[in-house]
């Protein structure tokens, strides 16, 4: 059966992740890992060698030393600055859910601030955060956690607490949202959706693949107009845009001429 060109970005993104993790690895220990055949595997790797994503050296695989797969964490955007206008985005986040949902929210921080806000209704939220374990929530609002690793990488500063690799993937895949709250590191109406951890991507296209109603982005002013090393979803899967006041006017524009419906909240 043909895979769809998300199917094949996701693997592509959890080869890397591999990559990352094992250093190097050729063609049959690629195609092992991911139950794929050798000329599948080997067409993965043409088209991340010619992104210039991995390098080869003597037959075997390797992330390349041209892109940082390991970037040196961004302190302006950790999860404790610019929190007066993170607590309105979420708010305004939560007020869109409605009684009988069903919706996905990652694992930024942005969007784990929304969960305190959620109306005393019946609620179901599916997330990949960890640390939602820990947040205060109403008793009406279900919460599922897609399972899978807890790679150290996504624990920056203490920041994060993501659950990723297949486990976490084939879960969402098995549910069906009717909305999908996502955070991210940057949104531009010319490179799409991106993040600055390798491991974010697959489970970022899973939920929005497996959502049947709107996309909402959570997002503050610093990571508008802003491209980071993993795309994972062209603007044309967003339905909305949360973000503050302060965000860069001229990138709004072009959002909304792309058909985002931007939302403006000010911070408390």
Do not use: W
């Amino acid at each position: 059966m043909k895979r769809s060109k998300s199917d094949v970005l996701s693997r592509q993104s959890l080869i890397l992740e591999y990559l990352q993790k094992h250093t190097y690895a050729n063609i049959a220990e690629i195609a092992k890992e991911f139950q794929i055949s050798e000329a599948t595997a080997r067409r993965d790797i043409s088209a991340l060698k010619k992104s210039g994503d991995i390098k080869l050296v003597f037959n075997n695989i390797g992330l390349s030393n041209e892109k940082k797969y390991l970037p040196q964490f961004d302190k302006k955007l950790c999860s404790m600055s610019n929190l007066d206008a993170k607590e309105a985005i979420a708010r305004q986040a939560a007020n869109m859910i409605e009684n009988g949902d069903t919706v996905f929210i990652n694992a930024s921080s942005t969007a784990l601030r929304i969960y305190p806000h959620i109306k005393d209704i019946s609620a179901i939220i599916v997330t990949n955060n960890g640390k939602s374990l820990m947040t205060p929530r109403n008793p009406g609002t279900e919460l599922v956690l897609v399972g899978g690793e807890v790679s150290p990488l996504s624990s920056f500063d203490n920041t994060k607490l993501s659950l990723t690799g297949n486990f976490a993937i084939e879960n969402i895949n098995r549910t069906a949202a009717t909305k999908c709250i996502l955070g991210v590191s940057g949104i531009s109406a010319e490179h799409g959706l991106t993040s600055m951890a390798i491991q974010d991507p697959p489970i970022n296209r899973a939920m929005i693949r497996k959502c049947t109603g709107p996309v909402i982005i959570v997002a503050d002013h610093r990571k508008v107009g802003i491209e980071h090393n993993f795309h994972f979803a062209d603007i044309s899967d967003v339905t909305y845009l949360i973000t503050d006041s302060k965000s860069d006017k001229k990138e709004l524009e072009k959002l909304e001429k792309a058909g985002i419906n931007v939302i403006l909240v000010d911070a408390l």
